[in-house]
C-alpha cells in the first residue's frame, strides 16, 4: 500500500499537475548603445539628433512647460517560478505561484527643452526616471506599462 | 514462485507507472506573436520632413497606433511586435524564453500638422526562437537578420 502511495504521488510529481517549476527568461528589444550617448551632448543636440542616434523611442510624453521626454526601454530578465496546486473539492482546485522576478525595466531617459534641444539624458531604471507630474492624462504607471505589454 | 493476489491491479499499476513516465519525458513548445501589420521601409522613405502633412501620413501608413498631443505639436506612433517564445518541459522542472522585437516609427508634426520629424526602429525581424542562455545580442547575427530584410547596415538604432 506505501509502495503504490509512493508511486501515485511521484507520478503526480512527475507529471506537473501538483509542482511545477519554472525557469523564465523574457527579453524585450535590445539595450541602447553607451557609444550613441556620447555623441548626445546637452545644450547642444537637437531632436533630430537625438533619433539619429537612438532611433525611434519607446514612448514619447509631454512634460511641464512644453518640454518633452522620450523614453528608450528594454528587458532582459530571468525569473525562477514555483507553483503548486491541488484538488479541493470535486469542481475546486487551488494553485499557489511564486516568482522570484521582480520585473524592472531599463531604460534611457531624455528630456527635450520646448525648442526641442535636448536637456537632460538619464538612465536608469524607468520607474526612478520617469519625472513627475507628467502633462496630458500621462500617469508614471502608463509608461511602466507601455513597456510591460511588449512581454507577449 | 507464488503468483500474488492482486497481480493485475499490480499491472494495470505498472502501465500506468509507465505510461506516466513516457508523459513526463522532454516536450518543448515554440510559439510566435505578431502585433500590427509590418513597417515597410519603402513607405517610410517617402515620408518628407517639411512636406509631408499628417494627412497625408495617414493615407501612406494607415492610423497611427498612438497619437501623442505635445503641446501643440503631436507625434504618432506606428508599431510592429514579433514575439518568439520557446519552452522546454522536463517533468516538473520548465524552461521559457520570449524574444520580443519592434518595429517603431514616430512622425513629430509642428502646430499646422507638418512633419518636422521622423524616427525609426527596424527591429522585429531581429526575434528569435532561443533558449533562456543563449546570446541574441551577437552582431553577427543582427546582420545577418538585417541582410535577409534587405536592412543594409543595420537599423539606425544601432
Not at chain 2, 132 to 146: Q, T
Amino acid at each position: 500500500m506505501r509502495l503504490q502511495r509512493g508511486i501515485a504521488a511521484g507520478l503526480a510529481l512527475l507529471m506537473g499537475s501538483c509542482v511545477s517549476l519554472r525557469f523564465d527568461r523574457d527579453r524585450v528589444n535590445e539595450p541602447v548603445d553607451d557609444g550613441s550617448l556620447q555623441a548626445l551632448v546637452p545644450g547642444q543636440a537637437h531632436l533630430a539628433d537625438v533619433l539619429d542616434q537612438l532611433g525611434a523611442p519607446t514612448i514619447v510624453w509631454p512634460s511641464l512647460n512644453g518640454r518633452v521626454v522620450m523614453a528608450y526601454a528594454w528587458l532582459d530578465q530571468c525569473g525562477l517560478g514555483i507553483s503548486v496546486s491541488t484538488a479541493l473539492q470535486r469542481s475546486l482546485s487551488a494553485r499557489v505561484r511564486w516568482d522570484s522576478e521582480d520585473l524592472e525595466i531599463p531604460a534611457i531617459v531624455v528630456e527635450l527643452d520646448p525648442e526641442l534641444r535636448l536637456e537632460v539624458v538619464r538612465r536608469g531604471l524607468l520607474r526612478d526616471l520617469v519625472p513627475e507630474p507628467l502633462e496630458g492624462n500621462v500617469e508614471p504607471d502608463d509608461v511602466s506599462d507601455s513597456v510591460r505589454s511588449l512581454r507577449g | 514462485m507464488t503468483r500474488p493476489k492482486n497481480a493485475p491491479a499490480f499491472r494495470a499499476l505498472r502501465m500506468a507507472s509507465v505510461a506516466g513516465l513516457m508523459l513526463s519525458l522532454p516536450g518543448c513548445f515554440f510559439a510566435r506573436v505578431n502585433r500590427n501589420d509590418p513597417l515597410v521601409p519603402s513607405a517610410v522613405e517617402q515620408l518628407l520632413p517639411g512636406t509631408t502633412t499628417a494627412q497625408q501620413a495617414v493615407e501612406l501608413l494607415g492610423g497611427p497606433t498612438l497619437v501623442v498631443q505635445l503641446g501643440d505639436r503631436s507625434a504618432y506612433r506606428y508599431d510592429h511586435t514579433v514575439t518568439k517564445a520557446t519552452g522546454i518541459f522536463l517533468g516538473i522542472f520548465n524552461v521559457g524564453h520570449t524574444d520580443t522585437r519592434e518595429d517603431r516609427l514616430w512622425l513629430f508634426f509642428d502646430a499646422e500638422d507638418r512633419l518636422t520629424h521622423v524616427g525609426t526602429s527596424l527591429q522585429s525581424h531581429r526575434a528569435r526562437y532561443a533558449l533562456p542562455w543563449e546570446d541574441l545580442h551577437e552582431s553577427s547575427k543582427k546582420e545577418s537578420a538585417d541582410r535577409e530584410r534587405g536592412l543594409v547596415g543595420g537599423t539606425d538604432e544601432e
